[in-house]
């Protein structure tokens, strides 16, 4: 768990009850209709906990889209140039995998488009840019998926460009966990959004070197405007990945053109020691060697307890 206070900390630290009480001050509360519409999400957080901890970040989200309008707006008179579109603000959402990332995501544009300034907010996740299953077998990678090496991170930077360049219909591919693949033919179509949520394990890398030049090329977060980290005890989110591992074998692995087909007939104890193989193996290596260090790139932090509620939270210090 995340736990820095001092005064000579880039951070501002908030108990669930001093972030909680930001909710009288906010103001939409939630309607009849967007409580029904955020249960239709079928996300799993309650609707308490929308209330009292992601209601108040989509405010305090709000302020910096406003704010980054309008440093826009004086930027462009002092230049003496023209406006001539209104450039999406990027949010991004890091953490391990299992931690509850699309889930938050997914409430979080919800939220996020009741604001009218910012009605459009579109959302994708990393996954679609990992390199498909064959390029990543040709590379000696199908054990290293989430790893940095295994996304096109060219493909990513390129996609992030064009989208704050103000380019229309912008396309992001999608990963399916059918299939555990890249969909060869699927694409979310971006075009020119107020708000894009950019959600991924491994959002906060920072830059590579070039192998030639040695030189730091660009980070993805270079394109954030506000960037996200959702923290857990590692030995819950281990448990919310074989919870979800089981989940899985029950729906999406029963399918025919699944991955996992193989994995739906198993019994609990094989599944369970399964999925913490994948998990120690992979996704937790990954998580200590890569994730975790990107947690103090962000501008918030978000500390879950064992119940995914938030408990504490980190804001960066302006
Ligand atoms: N607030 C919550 N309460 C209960 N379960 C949750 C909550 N958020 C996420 N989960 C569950 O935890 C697991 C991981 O969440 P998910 O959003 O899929 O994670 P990620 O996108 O980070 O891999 C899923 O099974 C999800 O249903
Ligand atoms: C697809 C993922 C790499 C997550 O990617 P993200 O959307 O966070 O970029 C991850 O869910 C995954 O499949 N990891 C590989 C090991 C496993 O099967 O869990």
Redesign the pocket.
Known sequence: MFNRSSVDSPYRPFSREQWSTLAKATPLPLTNEDVARLAGLG????LA?VDAIYRPLSKLIELHVTAHRELAASRMKFLQASPDFQVPFVVGIA??????????ARVLRDLLSRFPSMSNVAMITTDGFLYPNKVLEEKGLMGRKGFPESYDRQALLSFLAKVKAGSGKVNAPVYSHVTYDVMPDEFIEVDRPDVLII?GINVLQPPRLTPDAHQPTIAVSDYFDFSIF?DANHADVER?YI??FL?LRKTAFTREDSYFKAYADLDDQTAISLAKQIWTEINLVNFVQNIRPTRTRADLILSKGP???VQELHLRKL
């Open positions: 996300d799993p957080i309650d906990e953490g391990s995998v299992a931690v509850g990332k699309s889930s938050i959600e959702i919310w919870d979800r989940e119940d995914h509620r």
